[in-house]
């Protein structure tokens, strides 16, 4: 059974999809409103796909039940790393793009994004996914278990193109870690096109533009 989700078609019949991620804590209505902003009207029809995340008790915020696509334990985000729900967030990942190839849509043609918690597992199960997808798009986010990243590549998606972008004054998800992230992806063939913006955890309006030439460069 996949994720509930929110769904957007820019027109009928699309033959692209988006499948975008939420922070930890929000959920499939939290990028809805990016819709509008960043879609160019001359693209072609496109489905998003904006699931929500489980509902799990999240250790760095007292137990509290919340969405949320794997458990934090502490401030190092990087450390001590609940392997065993991002490998099930993954897995849910995975079933939504093949819901997605059900409707129609080739693997080529789906672009994975995720804002956080929701960028670090659309990096992870892209980099993993056995057919060849359009793209990631990480946001101010990090690459997980990115010791076994290396021995867990899909050949099909050794060349997909990255979009990732980061704030300078992130307190979440500090720069240095999104940076570090980078430079692995690198240091493993991938290209990354990079982006830093002077803001904190969050999207800004440059950004959905460079976001908006990289979406259309796909679609085009």
Not at 14 to 41: K, T
Not at 97 to 102: A, D, L, S, T
Not at 109 to 115: K, M, R, S, T, V
Not at 141 to 165: C, D, H, W
Request: net charge negative.
């Amino acid at each position: 059974m996949h994720l509930p989700a929110v769904e957007l078609e820019t027109a009928p019949n699309p033959q692209h999809a988006v499948i975008w991620l939420h922070g930890l804590g929000a959920d499939g209505h939290d990028f809805e409103p990016i819709v509008p902003e960043l879609v160019d009207r001359s693209w072609p029809a496109l489905r998003f796909v904006f699931p929500h995340a489980p509902v799990r008790p999240v250790t760095i915020n007292g137990g509290m039940p919340m969405r949320a696509w794997y458990d934090i334990t502490g401030m190092e985000i990087a450390q001590r790393q609940d392997e065993a729900g991002m490998r099930a967030s993954i897995a849910q990942l995975d079933e939504l793009i093949v819901r997605e190839r059900g409707r129609g849509i080739a693997a080529k043609d789906i672009l994975l994004a995720g804002f956080s918690q929701g960028g670090a597992i659309a990096l992870a199960g892209g980099l993993r996914y056995n057919e060849t997808l359009g793209g990631i798009i990480a946001l101010s986010t990090y690459l997980p278990l990115a010791e076994k990243t290396a021995g867990e590549l899909s050949a099909a998606n050794r060349a997909i193109p990255i979009f990732q972008a980061h704030g300078s004054g992130d307190p979440i998800v500090p720069l240095p870690l999104g940076a570090m992230s980078r430079d692995r992806l690198v240091q493993l063939g991938y290209h990354i096109e990079w982006h830093s913006y002077p803001m904190a955890h969050q999207v800004c309006a440059e950004e959905i533009a460079d976001l908006r030439s990289f979406i259309g460069a796909k679609l085009s």
